[in-house]
């Protein structure tokens, strides 16, 4: 290779290279400014005011910033179209491509597109933030592929796409649509297709929009084909015939265009190199040895931005075409560095395909570990080359190469290329074995021998788009020698136990020569026991279960091999049947649902399944959020300073370094408040900056800001704090120990007697038992952000939030500012998702922005990052239950003393009610005669906890079915017969003192356990699991019931205000914030019935404090209850006054009623009140009616778990719910296939790490796990397979509004039937073990706690009979 250039030579290059720098952007062409080094394409579109692509995360877990990437490739001749992050695609990436944003596929003006169409019909857009990046991810999908995907492939290809809201089952069938469903149609060849029909690219349906478009318009129309599953609305809307004549084609500009050499500029000196030949980039290496080699930038942008790295000089290798080879020849593959992961696939599927399957294991398995790898987005950037040089100890792909005796191609800048055994390779923690002057330039897989058998191994938190917890590949060469089959070579790898990729040669050299048996495996489970060592505390934790998994792993590899054998001559080490189970790979089908609901209309809108009001908007990318909001001219951007200890007094601040940060405008700390720094919803107990005594990491002591964002980070970043460190509490069970609660927090609720239960010798037995329960990070796609500015000169001041009290975003500024109420005023049009985090806690973020905006009089926005959101903004309260019960032999419940604490975090904030909830809850669905609850709140040195859909309740209701599934185990009865002896009834005076009324519990149930065929789904699992050792199967069926109302009596109130135009359209405000969950679509059907118009003549425009006062928070699921009636109300006030009008007359429509009334001088304006009746709670008395109505569900769940790793899936869930007379029952629907799937994350999936007692590996009182990297929200693999959700029919509910009933928050615990179902399978397992005592399961049932509990010869060497793995509460 070349040599070393010189200085002048390279200026020369450097020169050449100053090329105009263009992309195109939905079609239109765009000179990319230099300087802009440093941005990720998503800041530019944004930027330019493409604001339909949105920040969710910032480091490619979300989805919500895909746009799709089109480029011509010169060497296939075609026009490669791809979905990627714009969050981490730097921007000068894209030089030369095309963009299309989720504004150039469609709007509400020129028409939707057919994806954008279809998804907002299914319903598959709630809050919208997510939507856009499903739209696109759809979207490249049908550009990309050359026929219409099969509905498994849409499924794959929406793994990195999250939504916290639909639970995505109407998502999945809304792109269905687009799915092929009859090869026919595909072919050409058949039913009536004409010759000049093909598949639309830009549908995947069948039409006529290639060549002769406007030439047989006609013929096309009989060609439509649509999905089994959801009918299109018409025939164009979904066969894209007249879409794809909006289509935007590909830039002929683009078609011709060569890549040329790119030097870029950005600020700090920061450059960015595009070479395109490897000299070039040699020639840059040579000149800066330090320069950061850049493909994809999945690793250097997480290290930029979220670890604050910095690195000078950028070389984009992307484009050098050395390392993009992909030579297929006798001896192997070779793949060039910077091939991307999609690449790779593309080909191994070919090799797979094409070649002598004995040369492939090593390849199948490549390929199999790839399904797993990220989601299609990264997949789509991320490259062979990166993965390999960033080392990091669970990357899924190096395990493999060593595995496979691949070989790394190398080479320095002076020409010298050696080659690397990848075994080699790995030197220490992101350590390779490669020098400044080096690169990788390709890497070698060589073909299998015959009986080599090569076997990947990946166990995650979340099967989809997530990295490993233990990975590994597996190699084994078997020859036969005499009568036997022994081992000639091995390579035993794994991932996640060590600081890098670790090889485990004793394990290998153990095999070696051995012959392949039960004798073999047994020994090599021993060396690999002691081959692998861990530290107690290594970093990651689950110490316990990494161990277990390597032996699980070998295991199944083994079995694997002796399968892969079976048959062969002379080998006799035959599976049982029932051991298959271990390595049967589970074929995940579509997922399928249904929804049965009546519709009961009531006039002209209420009861129908109206579609989102928004949903248009919102599929476009036009629907506008706050950080969508244009800022105002001299804006500023706000980041707060905050604590980095638990609890310590604040000693000194330098900011010497933030004032001389680039952008500073000023900083503010708690002596600047105008007001009062003391603030809190209920009680004033927290600082808005911490003036001495810093109580949480994340606590903010002040606020920076500077003319960018990441200004006003750095400039924070650079304020230096120094602590006198003082003890922490870090857990319910440290802050019970040093007595450590919440003042005024002890609450007691008592029924009967229950000491003197216990004494009477009622109980045949009295059992004892604690429950703990995690928390849950709100994970609303849409971070905090509120932009707020001042008017009149600094005499009022206003803003928009993301926030579910608008008027709590008020009260907070005013009281921080020292202004009166009325001169502040908070605006709210949409949020993208809240769940309760937006209630309180965004209010505390707007007062810390008002500050800086007031003393400047300059406009201000903070929008947090997501790890700072995770991170400072409080989460479901973790829970702790100690119960004792008392039962009869035949399990009828007699007497429960529970003592419940929830970890409220530093500050008060709503945990006492979140805990009076819990209380209320705590008896879920069961008559329980004597019954004392107590409950605290704990005070802890972590960030205040708060609402969560559900508010307490369903962590009460868990605790009591832990109590009722163990009184199940020891009277050796199901929990089924055990719940159902026990249910309320009709009447049944509950232990606050309320009285049942209209119990549909028990219809509820009774019609679930028929149509779930329960009792033959018992028998088909009990059979499941005798025939199957390793793979089990649980089923569970749960009920709920869920008081509606606040508890706190003054919060039942609603506002409303009702304009009739004279036009005959109506507008709305009302109360309440659209937040999702479509209670503006449901308050506006109740004012379209209320004057008998179409619901198209009612607009609701926004949320704002001075429209309607006093709002409570849109929470406790009632909203659409009281802001309905509030509503009605102020509707028939003016239907009252429009009266004495309209009976004179017949008029034609209602605006000419409405004009007449206006001519007549009729008040067309009004506004409506609503307050709950008949509630109240006495807590001296302990009794009162605290709900005015309750909302009644059950849920039947049945599962599979892979014991010997943890793995399960949700086969199937079946929800009922009593929703009365349902408003909108779609929305209801969407309502309940959310919170279920909320709930399954809660369960099974999600768990917050925090730094404590129990994960001494991560920084005390620092929270793990912010980002959506390491924090595992449900994705579309987790939905339940088979999801069926009715609606109880027939059941009107005379105590709200047209006779429904609220909707929220009741089914999310139904999702407790997965865990209780998760439990039911391990119980099986542990039965095989002969193991029947009963165990705890704490949630979240992840892979780690199912695999721990399903002891077995694998588990007994790390644990003992009590073990229970670690959880943060
Ligand atoms: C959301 C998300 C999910 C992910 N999921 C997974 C997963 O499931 N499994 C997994 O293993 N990883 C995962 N990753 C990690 C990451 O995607 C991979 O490591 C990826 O392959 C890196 O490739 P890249 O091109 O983006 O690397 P870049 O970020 O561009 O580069 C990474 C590093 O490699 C160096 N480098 C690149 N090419 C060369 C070369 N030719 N010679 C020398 N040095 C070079 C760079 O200088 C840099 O230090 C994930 C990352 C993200 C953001
Ligand atoms: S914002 Fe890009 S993936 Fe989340
Ligand atoms: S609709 Fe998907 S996150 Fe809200």
């Known amino acids: 290779m070349g040599s070393l250039k010189t200085e002048n030579e390279f200026e020369k290059m450097e020169e050449s290279e100053s090329k105009e720098a263009i992309l195109y952007v939905n079609g239109i062409r765009r000179v990319l400014p230099d300087g802009l080094a440093h941005f990720t394409l998503l800041e530019y579109l944004r930027d330019i005011g493409l604001t339909g692509t949105k920040l969710g995360c910032g480091e490619g877990g979300c989805g919500a910033c895909t746009v799709m990437i089109s480029y011509f490739d010169q060497n296939a001749k075609k026009c490669v179209h791809l979905a990627v992050n714009a969050c981490l695609a730097p921007l000068y990436s894209i030089e030369g491509m095309h963009v299309v944003t989720v504004e150039g596929i469609g709007n509400r003006r020129n028409g939707l597109h057919p994806i954008q169409e279809s998804l907002a019909r299914a319903h598959g857009s709630q809050c919208g933030f997510c939507t856009p990046g499903f739209v696109m991810s759809m979207y490249a999908l049908l550009r990309s592929l050359q026929k219409p995907p099969t509905k498994e492939d849409i499924e794959e290809n929406l793994a990195g796409n999250l939504c916290r809201c639909t639970g995505y089952r109407p998502i999945i069938d809304a792109f269905s649509v687009f799915a092929r469903t009859n090869d026919a149609l595909y072919t050409n060849q058949s039913s009536g297709l004409s010759s000049t029909e093909f598949v639309c690219p830009s549908t995947g349906k069948p039409c006529s929009c290639g060549l002769n478009i406007t030439d047989n318009k006609d013929a096309t129309k009989k060609s439509i084909c649509h999905g089994d599953t959801l009918k299109p609305i018409t025939s164009n809307d979904i066969d894209g015939t007249s879409y794809t004549e909006k289509e935007l084609i590909f830039p002929p500009e683009l078609l011709l265009r060569k890549s040329t050499n ?30 950061k080699l850049v493909v994809g930038n999945t690793e250097v942008g997480i290290e930029t931005r979220l670890k604050s790295l910095h690195y000078p000089v950028l070389i984009h290798v992307a484009h050098v075409p050395e390392l993009n080879k992909l030579i297929i020849n ?40 790839l399904k797993w790898f990220a989601g299609t987005q990264i997949r789509n950037i991320a490259s062979v080359g990166g993965n390999i040089c960033t080392a990091s100890p669970i990357s899924d792909l190096n ?11 190398i080479s320095d800048c002076r020409g010298n290329t050696r080659t690397c055994l990848s075994e080699k390779f790995f030197l220490g923690y992101r350590k390779v074995d490669l020098a400044s002057n080096e690169i990788l330039v390709s890497v070698f897989l060589p073909w299998n021998k015959p009986y080599e058998f090569v076997k990947e191994f990946k166990q995650a938190h979340r099967r989809d788009d997530d990295i490993a917890i233990v990975n590994a590949g597996m190699r084994v ?39 392949w048996n039960k004798e073999v495996l047994e020994g090599a489970l021993k060396v690999l026991e002691k081959n692998i060592v861990m530290k107690e505390d290594a970093p990651g934790g689950m110490v316990e279960f990494r161990k277990s998994l390597t032996l699980s792993f070998f295991f199944k590899f083994f079995l694997w091999v002796c399968h892969q054998m079976n048959g062969e001559a002379s080998f006799d080490e035959t599976v049982p049947k029932s051991h298959l189970s271990a390595i049967k790979l589970v074929k995940h089908p579509s997922v399928i649902g249904s929804q049965d609901y009546d519709i009961v209309k009531h006039g002209s809108a209420v009861g129908a399944p109206e579609v989102h009001l928004s949903a248009q908007l919102q599929v476009s990318g036009e629907a506008e959020y706050t950080d969508d909001v244009p800022m105002p001219p001299n804006s500023l951007h706000a980041f707060p300073i905050l604590s980095k200890k638990p609890h310590a007094r604040v000693v000194s601040i330098n900011d010497v370094a933030a004032k001389s940060s680039p952008g500073f405008a000023g900083i503010f700390f708690a002596k600047d408040v105008p007001g009062q720094n003391m603030i809190g ?28 964002h990441e200004n006003a980070k750095q400039a924070a970043i650079k304020v230096d704090v120094q602590y006198e460190e003082l003890p922490a509490v870090l857990s319910i069970e440290e802050a019970i120990q040093s007595n450590n609660f919440h003042p005024n927090t002890e609450r007691c609720m008592k029924k009967g007697d229950t000491e003197l239960c216990f004494l009477s010798r009622e109980c045949d037995k009295i059992v004892e038992g604690e429950v703990h329960v995690g928390g849950q990070e709100h994970f609303y796609l849409e971070p905090n952000s509120t932009l707020i500015w001042t008017a009149d000169g600094g005499n009022e001041v206003h803003m928009i939030s993301s926030t579910q009290a608008p008027q709590k975003h008020q009260k907070y500024v005013s009281r921080v500012l020292g202004l009166p109420m009325s001169k502040v005023v908070c605006k709210t049009k949409r949020i993208g998702g809240g769940f309760g985090g937006k209630e309180t806690r965004s209010a505390f973020l707007a007062a810390v922005a008002s500050i800086p905006s007031y003393l400047l009089n300059r406009p201000v926005k903070i929008t947090l990052d997501r790890d700072i959101d995770m991170m400072i903004t409080g989460q479901r309260h973790s829970f702790f239950g100690k119960y004792k019960v008392g039962f009869t032999n035949s399990g009828k419940i007699l007497a429960l003393d529970l003592e419940i604490y929830n970890n409220g975090g530093n500050s008060l904030d709503l945990s006492l009610a979140v805990l009076e909830r819990a209380m ?10 004597n019954i004392r609850v107590k409950g605290k709140v ?26 009722i599934q163990r009184i199940a185990m020891e009277v050796k009865k199901s929990p089924e017969e055990i719940r159902e002896i026990n249910f309320q009834k009709e009447g049944s005076v509950l232990h606050y003192g309320q009285q049942i009324e209209n119990f549909t519990l028990e219809r509820l149930w009774n019609e679930l356990k028929e149509s779930s065929d329960f009792l033959a789904a018992r028998k088909e699992v009990e059979e499941f699991n005798l025939n199957n050792r390793w793979k089990k199967r649980g089923i569970a069926i749960i009920p709920t019931k869920f008081g509606i109302s606040f508890t706190a009596k003054f919060m039942n109130q609603a506002g409303a205000l009702v304009h009739v135009y004279t036009d005959g359209t109506v507008l709305v405000t009302h109360g309440g914030v659209e937040m999702g969950q479509g209670l503006h679509t449901k308050v506006a059907q109740v004012a379209a019935s209320s004057f008998n118009i179409p619901l198209s003549s009612v607009f609701i425009s926004e949320t704002s404090t001075d429209k309607v006062p006093n709002s409570s928070p849109t929470a406790a699921s009632a909203s ?4 309905g009636a509030a509503v009605l109300d102020a509707c028939e006030q003016i239907k009252a006054r429009m009266e004495p009008i309209a009976s004179k007359h017949n008029f034609g429509s209602f605006a000419e009623l409405a004009m007449a009334c206006y001519m007549e001088r009729i008040d067309l304006s009004a506004h409506g009140f609503y307050m709950t009746p008949d509630i109240g709670f006495d807590w001296e008395t302990g009794k009162g009616v605290p709900f005015k109505y309750f909302t009644y569900g059950a849920a039947f769940a049945e599962v599979e778990i892979d014991t010997l790793v943890g793995d399960f899936h949700t086969r199937r869930a079946d929800v009922i719910l009593d929703l009365g007379f349902s408003l909108n029952p779609a929305i209801d629907i969407g309502q309940i296939e959310g919170a279920f799937v909320q709930g399954l994350g809660w369960v099974a999936l999600e768990e917050l790490k925090w730094g404590d007692a129990a994960h001494k590996w991560v920084r005390p009182g620092n929270l793990y796990t912010c980002g959506p990297g390491s924090y595992k929200i449900p994705s579309v693999n987790d939905v339940p397979l088979k999801f069926n959700v009715s609606l109880l029919k027939g059941a009107p509910n005379a105590n709200a509004i047209h006779s429904s009933k609220a909707v929220g928050e009741p089914p999310f615990f139904l999702a407790s039937a997965v865990f209780f179902a998760i439990k039911d399978a391990i119980i099986a397992a542990r039965a095989e073990v002969g193991c029947s005592e009963w165990f705890p399961l704490d949630n979240p049932a992840t892979p780690e706690r199912i695999r721990m509990s399903c002891i077995d010869q694998f588990t007994e060497a790390f644990i003992d009979s009590d073990f229970r793995p670690k959880l943060s509460i």
């Open 330 to 369: 006798d001896e192997g593959l070779e793949i060039g560095a910077a091939v991307k992961l999609s690449e790779l696939v593309k080909v191994l599927e070919i090799i797979v395909h094409e070649r002598d399957p004995n040369q492939t294991s090593s390849c199948k398995s490549i390929l199999e570990q």
């Open 477 to 515: 060469l078997l020859e036969k020698t005499g009568k036997s089959w022994v081992v000639s070579d091995a390579s035993i790898v794994y991932g996640g136990v060590a600081p890098y990729s670790l090889l485990a040669n004793e394990t290998k050299n153990f095999l070696i020569g051995k012959p």
């Open 262 to 291: 790119l030097c870029l500029n950005g600020p700090k000196g920061l450059k960015w190199y595009r070479p395109i030949k490897l000299q070039h980039v040699f020639d840059l290496k040579a000149k800066y040895p330090d320069a």
């Open 1120 to 1123: 659409s209850d009281i802001y």
């Open 920 to 929: 209320f809850h705590s008896d879920n669905v069961y008559e329980i005669p």
């Open 938 to 963: 704990c005070f802890t040195n972590f960030p205040s906890n708060t609402a969560f859909r559900g508010f307490g309740g369903p962590q009460g209701m868990l605790i009591a079915e832990n109590w």
């Open 681 to 708: 919803p209920i009680i004033f107990d927290e600082e808005l900056f911490a003036s001495q005594i810093v109580t949480c990491v994340g606590q903010v002591i002040g606020v920076v800001v500077a003319d960018t």
């Open 399 to 409: 395990p493999m190469w060593m595995a496979c005796g691949a070989k790394f191609h």
